[in-house]
């Protein structure tokens, strides 16, 4: 089992940074792709970004192209979300996710879930 836990949500204004943190335990050396979705209440949650834990390729949703980076730190075993120039929309509940399987936006192919945190931004 591999458990996550993020940190690092809260307000923020719109045009603002904010960077989130998701720290993996447990069978960790299992891990191959970590990856951060979101959620609006009453909408499907979507992909956000994920990075390949060993060797670091990276992939983003369209959206958050050039505004939003994932990256890793492999000896806290750790990945971030740096979330630049915010506007009111992505206000979110954000989750990283972990798989054994080096997959992207298949959200069905994570295994491991964190609880989420919040992100609103405000206008």
């Known amino acids: 089992q591999v458990q996550l836990v993020e940190s690092g949500g809260g307000l923020v204004q719109a045009g603002g940074s904010l960077r989130l943190s998701c720290a993996a335990s447990?069978?960790?050396?299992?891990?191959?792709?970590m990856a951060w979705f979101r959620q609006v209440p009453g909408q499907e949650r979507e992909f956000v970004a994920a990075?390949?834990?060993?060797?670091?390729?990276?992939y983003y949703a369209d959206s958050v192209k050039g505004r939003f980076t994932i990256s890793r730190d492999t000896a806290r075993i750790t990945a971030y979300l740096q979330m630049n120039g915010l506007p009111p929309a992505a206000t979110a509940v954000y989750s990283c996710?972990?798989?054994?399987?080096?997959?992207?936006?298949?959200?069905?192919?994570?295994?491991?879930w964190g609880q989420g945190t919040q992100v609103p931004v405000s206008s």
């Open positions: 990075s390949s834990w060993r060797y670091g390729p990276t």
């Open positions: 447990g069978r960790t050396f299992s891990i191959a792709t």
């Open positions: 996710a972990a798989s054994t399987t080096t997959v992207y936006s298949a959200l069905t192919r994570y295994e491991y």
